[in-house]
């Protein structure tokens, strides 16, 4: 039976389809389910147009209480054990789950991005008025949206390579040009129409191939996934920082 206290529904589409809607939507044994603004899963916070904009705020929250611990006993630990406290504590969040922020635009991913840059300079002691960029770089860190973009095109690889479930590879058709051309051997994807102003622009089926595509061959035909990664790695960096 289910339990009415710990069940909960989220009703996901235009807001003016929502609002038609009543709020109490489903009758499951005998029980009325009232939808609700936002649902947690997996520690990720759904919200009812997949914005993730109240998920991202309780990142911040979380991340920024951490890091005001870290900071506190910062010059206490060598530079080695704070950056794995940093990456324990703070890294770990942005990187979780964070192929569902896919798509999402850089003014919304700026909530996290604020999140590294503050990891970075509470690790090396960086003046706020000092550039970031170089000191994320000499971190060897990539900035956020490119370790969401590793992710996606991580998942692509091994979707591909038959190291990914079948849910995922079924949503990348591989590109044959209707006739000979140079691209039929490049490993190309088909990026299928949709349209941007909806979310279909932020679904894997589409986000996969777009960026599979922009990658040099050298990425994309590394021959282990250790190889592509470093490879993928070094992509992105370069793009990121040159």
């Known amino acids: 039976m289910l339990n009415s206290d710990k069940t909960e529904v989220l009703v996901i589409g235009p807001k003016h389809l929502r609002n038609s809607l009543s709020r109490d939507l489903v009758t499951l044994d005998g029980i009325t389910l009232a939808s609700s603004s936002t649902v947690k899963n997996l520690g990720v916070v759904f919200d009812q147009d997949l914005s993730f904009n109240v998920h991202m705020k309780q990142i911040s929250r979380t991340a920024f209480f951490h890091l005001r611990n870290i900071a506190k006993i910062r010059r206490t630990v060598s530079q080695a054990d704070a950056e794995k406290l940093v990456h324990a504590f703070v890294t770990s969040r942005l990187d979780y789950c964070n192929s569902l922020l896919s798509g999402c635009s850089n003014k919304s991913l700026r909530t996290l991005q604020l999140i590294q840059n503050a990891a970075a300079r509470v690790l090396t002691g960086t003046k706020i008025r000092d550039h970031i960029s170089p000191i994320l770089a000499s971190l060897h860190w990539l900035p956020v949206k490119s370790r969401i973009e590793f992710k996606i095109i991580l998942l ?71 190889t592509f990664k470093s490879r993928l790695k070094t992509f992105l960096f370069d793009k990121a920082y040159s």
């Open 156 to 226: 692509t690889y091994k979707a591909l390579h038959g190291q990914a479930p079948s849910y995922l590879k079924e949503l990348i058709v591989p590109y044959y040009p209707s006739r000979t051309l140079r691209s039929q051997d490049a490993g190309f994807l088909v990026v299928p129409i949709v349209s941007k102003s909806r979310l279909g622009a932020r679904a894997f089926s589409y986000q996969a191939p777009l960026l599979w595509n922009k990658l040099p061959i050298w990425v994309r035909e590394a021959d282990t996934v250790n």
